[in-house]
């Protein structure tokens, strides 16, 4: 999907793309009561989801981004069908999630990252045996499933575990494959690399990627990690306040927000900033270590090289943006436009 992205809520799923996932004015209020004293009550209305309209087709990896609040896990409980919206219309695969949930939940899988769906004290390959027998999975398709899980997943070695001894990482490659045991054509994963290390991240991310390419299944990720849309999504979804402010290619989320990232640069000794050309440039020094800002939009190969010939380079990393200070840049851009 090349071009930069529209503001404000749009259908970017393409001409005659068929739509999986549709939501057209959907709203969700709570009724919150807050206590303000003795015997007094307070009754505030939180609207999570404000009219918020989208399609997503069959086979898409989208990026679901937005600040803390936003309305992001009540937009992903929606869609599975544990909470029925206030107002507007919603359909996964052709299903009201709220009114058939049961049937839905033959169709998708949902992993959140800091929850399990797996038993706790039970080994790994217990937790897959009640699924196949709770999602009435066939056998043959079952132990199919499971086989690739297991291989892509490297789960071979965890299966016999009992869950609460899993690191994080194997636990969320537990989870993942759990949710797709029943070959769902849609998956929700709402932070799937929170707290994993790089080697988990990557490994977590090709086979999100793998499993996309492969089986087409259809993918809406929730996340604070900017890598993982990066490397996955061709298209993100920013919400806000419950509302839909941007919908297209995360290049065209950073040139709205105007964003930068950091190119950390350690030198062999202490040296005056580097001469960077433009617009990159020197934000701190500290010792032989320099922090480079750059547009987010730009590859840092060539900023890098550049250093690389003219300086004694020991090590560097690039840093993203936060998802927060490029939500809050793209505001600062829209209201002073
Ligand atoms: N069950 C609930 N009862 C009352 N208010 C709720 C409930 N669930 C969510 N909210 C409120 O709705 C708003 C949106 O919350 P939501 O959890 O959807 O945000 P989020 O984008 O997922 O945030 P985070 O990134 O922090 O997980 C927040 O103001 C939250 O306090």
Known sequence: MGGSGTMA???????GAAAFIELDGVEKVFDVRKKTG????????VRAVDGLSFTVARGEMVGYIGPNGAGKSTTIKMLTGILTPSGGRLRVAGID?????????????????????????????????????M??????????NLERCVEL????????????????GQRMRGDIA??????????????????????SKTKVRGFLRDLN??????VLLTTHDLQDIEQLCSRVMVIDHGRLVYDGPLAGLHEAGESERTLVVDLERELPPIEAPEP?????????RQWLAFPASASAAGLVARIAAEYPLVDLSVREPDIESVIAKMYAERTSA
Do not use: C, N
Not at 9 to 15: I, K
Not at 136 to 144: G, L, N, Q, V
Not at 280 to 288: F, H, I, K, L, T
């Open 9 to 15: 809520g749009a259908d970017t799923a393409g001409p």
């Open 38 to 45: 003795f015997l007094k009550r307070e009754r505030r209305r």
């Open 97 to 133: 999630p709220s009114r058939e949930r049961t049937r839905l939940a033959q169709r998708i899988g949902v992993v959140f990252g800091q929850r399990t769906t797996l038993w706790w004290d039970l080994p790994l390959i217990d937790s897959y045996r009640l699924m196949h027998r």
């Open 135 to 144: 999602y009435r999975i066939p056998d043959a398709r079952y132990r199919e």
């Open 153 to 168: 997943l490297q789960l071979g070695e965890l299966l016999d575990v009992p869950v609460r001894q899993l690191s994080l």
């Open 178 to 199: 759990a949710a797709l045991l029943h070959d769902p054509d849609v998956l929700y994963l709402d932070e799937p690399t929170i707290g994993l290390d790089v080697v």
């Open 213 to 218: 390419a492969e089986r087409g299944t259809t």
């Open 280 to 288: 990159a440039r020197v934000m701190r020094v500290e010792g032989p």
